[in-house]
């Protein structure tokens, strides 16, 4: 059974601060995927990597970045918080490199930035 | 980049009526079609997928359909029942990036 654990289920923090999502598969996916999921909006792709050190930008990668230093970790980073990063961040992981399959996700994290 | 649209964004049915999601994708090189299901409070899992060399699948009461020429998929669901209000997302994907659709919300009325 797949497991994708993100660290925190809800997150409140000041605007300017540095913020850390973790997020860890225990699957050896190469793909991970950090999204943030908005009433209307639906999931919206900021960031994903295919492998370990490599990044991608999604549609909305302004204000992020991530890290992916182990195959199993992927970390999205909040440079300095602002308020309109208020979302539900989720992560994912897939598996074969270059194969479109099944994605896995996360509980989520619900970030509020006061 | 690919962009996902998808429509209705909220849709009501009686019990044991059937319910349709349409999608349009706007990359053609775009290969895999998967909807994932989210219930409230729950992360989003995968209900059904179909790859661009398939035209229809089926997975007993739901299935999807693909227009590779028209650029458009959609969910049906058959016989709906209680547990299958949730919000649904459609999504495309060529290579390693998954877009998804905004969701529909749909609600299963007894």
């Known amino acids: 059974d797949v497991k994708v654990t993100q660290s925190s289920r809800y997150l409140v923090k000041r605007t300017g601060e540095k913020v850390f999502l973790e997020c860890v598969q225990d699957?050896?996916?190469?793909?991970m995927f950090w999204y943030r999921q908005d009433p209307g909006l639906g999931l919206r792709l900021i960031y994903f990597?295919?492998?370990?050190?490599?990044?991608e930008k999604g549609d909305i990668p302004e204000g992020y970045s991530v890290s992916r230093e182990k195959k199993e970790r992927f970390s999205l980073i909040l440079e300095s918080a602002s308020t309109n990063q208020t979302s539900m961040y989720l992560c994912a992981s897939s598996g074969d490199r270059g194969w479109n399959t099944e994605a896995f996700f996360g509980q989520g994290t619900r970030l509020t930035v006061v | 980049g690919e962009n996902v649209e998808q429509h209705p964004s909220t849709l009501s049915v009686q019990e044991g009526d059937s319910a349709v999601i349409k999608c349009t994708y706007s990359?053609?090189?775009?290969?895999?079609f998967p909807w994932y299901k989210q219930e409230l409070g729950k992360r989003p899992q995968l209900i059904i997928d179909?790859?661009?060399?398939?035209g229809e699948k089926k997975d007993q009461r739901i299935a999807v359909t693909l227009n590779k020429t028209a650029k458009h998929f959609s969910l049906h669901i058959t016989e709906t029942q209680p547990e299958d209000s949730a919000v649904y997302f459609c999504?495309?994907?060529?290579?390693?990036?998954?877009?998804f659709g905004a969701g529909t919300t749909v609600t299963v009325r007894a």
């Open positions: 179909i790859r661009s060399n398939v």
């Open positions: 999504a495309a994907s060529e290579g390693y990036k998954l877009s």
């Open positions: 699957m050896d996916h190469e793909n």
């Open positions: 990359d053609s090189a775009s290969n895999y």
């Open positions: 990597s295919y492998d370990v050190k490599m990044k």
